[in-house]
């Protein structure tokens, strides 16, 4: 299994995190990201459960805007409830299980309905491309899986990872888009500049005017001076506060 492409491999990321932390994280991190639009009534956010074959995720019936870190459930890679509120994981659970099984740098991934993402599947002769500085992050390609149903059977999750194959990003047919990172605040600034990317092409289109993505020389550039680790902390900080302010977030919740 090759290395993903700008990610230093790691199998025990979230090894300095306790169970608890990894909850909360994930629960501070649904909550945030339906507040922006990027999770709705659907889609969900899994972490790599330290060492061993399992991750947590949400119960897929409850609301992404009020889940709580006491309701994630950790899942075995078999599909089983380990432990948890009552409650099933979400009937995509395949897609999260699959990339990790694949790919053990990542840890963890988000599937989302993203509709500004996914509209790109859509039109004849118009890839989603790095536009936004930050869109480095994808530069070695956004690949589109062909099939636009739900990813509910383990062959389907197979057959994603294998479309997802070394990158951090892929779309679905008609569908939606996973994404992939190093660590849950990592995977919400992706998320948040993926959406961004993805509306910056879209302004550029409406204008009636030819998309001028990145080129490889600018990205070489951007990649020189890129300070992920500072950047992942102080979004984080940015988005947690942000959510904290407008009640998306508990005041007591903590950040780390």
Not at 12 to 26: E, H, K, V
Not at 41 to 64: C, E, F, K, M, W
């Amino acid at each position: 299994m090759a290395t993903a492409i700008g990610i230093e491999r790691s199998d025990n990321t979230n090894d300095s995190f306790s169970d608890a932390q990894l909850r909360r994280q994930l629960a501070t991190a649904t909550r945030i990201l339906n507040a922006e639009g990027i999770l709705d009534y659907s889609g969900h956010i899994s972490v790599r459960a330290p060492g061993r074959d399992a991750l947590y995720i949400q119960a897929g019936t409850d609301p992404r805007s009020g889940v709580t870190p006491e309701r994630m459930l950790l899942v075995g890679f078999d599909g089983k409830v380990i432990e948890g509120a009552p409650g099933k994981p979400p009937v995509e659970l395949a897609i999260h299980v699959e990339i990790m099984r694949a790919r053990p740098d990542v840890q963890a991934v988000i599937h989302s309905h993203l509709e500004v993402a996914f509209l790109f599947t859509m039109m004849k002769g118009v890839a989603l491309q790095p536009m936004r500085a930050r869109a480095v992050r994808w530069q070695s390609g956004i690949p589109t899986h062909a099939d636009p149903s739900h990813i509910k059977l383990a062959e389907q999750g197979r057959a994603l990872a294998a479309t997802l194959g070394p990158h951090h990003a892929a779309l679905i047919r008609s569908h939606g888009v996973v994404l992939t990172a190093e660590s849950v605040p990592a995977l919400l600034v992706d998320a948040v500049h993926f959406d961004e990317n993805a509306r910056a092409q879209l302004e550029v289109l409406n204008a009636g005017r030819e998309p001028l993505p990145l080129t490889a020389a600018e990205m070489e550039q951007i990649n020189r001076h890129e300070m992920r680790e500072f950047h992942i902390g102080k979004l984080w900080k940015y988005y947690v506060h942000q959510a904290r302010t407008s009640g998306a977030l508990p005041s007591e919740w903590s950040a780390e």
